[in-house]
C-alpha cells in the first residue's frame, strides 16, 4: 500500500503510537517505517533487536502480510526532555511498550529506540 495521505509530519511525539496502529492496520508499512530515524533500534524481546530502517521495514511487512493487528492500548503522556521524549502505551494483555522519540532538526518526531514489552 502506497497510501499517503496518513503521512502528516508528526510535531508531537504523542501521535507516533496512534499512527504507527493505524498505518499498520491500513497495512501501509513505508508509513509505519516512516515513524523511525535511519537508524533506529526495536527491541523485540528475548534477545531480538532489529537494527535500521530495512530491518524494520522488513519485519513490519511480515507483520502486515500475516494479517495480525496491533492492539490498541491505552497511551501514557509522553515525558518530554528537551529533544527527547519516552512514549509508553499500555496493551490490553497488560504489556507495557518504551520507546524512546527524537525531535528532528524540522520540529518533527522520529521514534529512535522502541522496545516492545517491559514487563
Same mark, same amino acid.
Given at each position: 500500500?502506497?497510501? $499517503?495521505?496518513?503521512? !502528516?509530519?508528526?510535531?508531537? *511525539? ?7 496502529? #493505524? ?7 513505508? =508509513? ?12 523485540? =524481546? ?6 535500521? !530502517? ?11 502480510? #500475516?494479517?495480525? !493487528? ?6 501514557? *503522556? ?8 519516552? $512514549? #509508553? /502505551? ?6 507495557? /511498550? #518504551? ?7 524540522? =520540529? $518533527? ?9 517491559? $514487563?
Amino acid at each position: 500500500m502506497d497510501d $499517503t495521505a496518513d503521512r !502528516k509530519p508528526v510535531y508531537d *511525539p504523542q501521535q507516533l503510537e496512534p499512527l504507527l496502529v #493505524s498505518r499498520q492496520h491500513a497495512g501501509d508499512v513505508d =508509513g509505519m517505517t516512516a515513524l523511525f530515524e535511519p537508524d533506529a533500534v526495536i527491541d523485540r =524481546g528475548g534477545g531480538n533487536l532489529l537494527r535500521g !530502517k530495512e530491518a524494520i521495514r522488513s519485519y513490519y511487512a511480515e507483520i502486515v502480510a #500475516s494479517g495480525r !493487528k496491533f492492539a490498541v492500548g491505552e497511551q501514557r *503522556p509522553a515525558l518530554v526532555c528537551g529533544d527527547l521524549a519516552l $512514549t #509508553s /502505551t499500555r496493551l490490553p494483555d497488560g504489556d507495557v /511498550t #518504551s520507546e524512546v522519540a527524537r525531535r528532528q532538526r524540522d =520540529g $518533527t518526531w522520529l521514534w529512535v529506540i522502541d522496545r516492545y514489552s517491559v $514487563t
